[in-house]
């Protein structure tokens, strides 16, 4: 067994992928020509992008959006230079959490919230 995507409902699937690709730059993979899903390259595990209308077969759900609480959840991306990753998110129109903080182990850690209100965090590797 191996994780192979996550996928977040959103309520506009080509905005929140050009957000990524913008604020974190990311680079798309595909969008449907429906435009109600859509994947970023990310690594061996993929992120996508669902609209919302597409659950209604499977299960009610939250919506997240930026004015509410976020899901307790995130999607976490390693960056070598954080500071520059989260200044570079909040230009984009990210919402600034937590600013890059080092941790006691030597981790730097921030939170932003991306343009649907999901709490996403940039960090370094851990060792």
């Known amino acids: 067994m191996r994780l192979a995507y ?8 080509p905005g929140t992928l050009a957000f990524y690709e913008h604020a974190l730059g990311l680079t798309r993979r595909f969008l ?3 435009n109600d899903y859509a994947e970023l390259e990310t690594g061996a595990t ?9 659950t209604s077969e499977i299960v ?7 004015d ?6 995130e999607v976490g991306f390693v ?13 984009a129109g990210a919402l600034a959490v937590q600013p890059p ?8 850690v921030s939170y932003v919230r991306d343009c649907n209100g999901f709490l996403v ?7």
Do not use: C, M
Request: proline share 8%.
């Open 101 to 108: 903080t080092q941790k006691p182990w030597g981790q730097v």
């Open 46 to 54: 993929g992120l996508a992008f669902a609209a919302e209308s597409l």
């Open 121 to 127: 965090e940039l960090r370094t590797a851990v060792g």
């Open 68 to 73: 509410g609480k976020p899901a307790g959840a």
């Open 6 to 13: 996550t996928i977040l409902y959103v309520p506009d699937v």
């Open 32 to 34: 449907h020509e429906g």
């Open 79 to 91: 960056a070598n230079d954080v500071p520059t990753a989260f200044a570079r998110a909040v230009a």
């Open 60 to 66: 009610d759900f939250a919506r997240n959006r930026p």
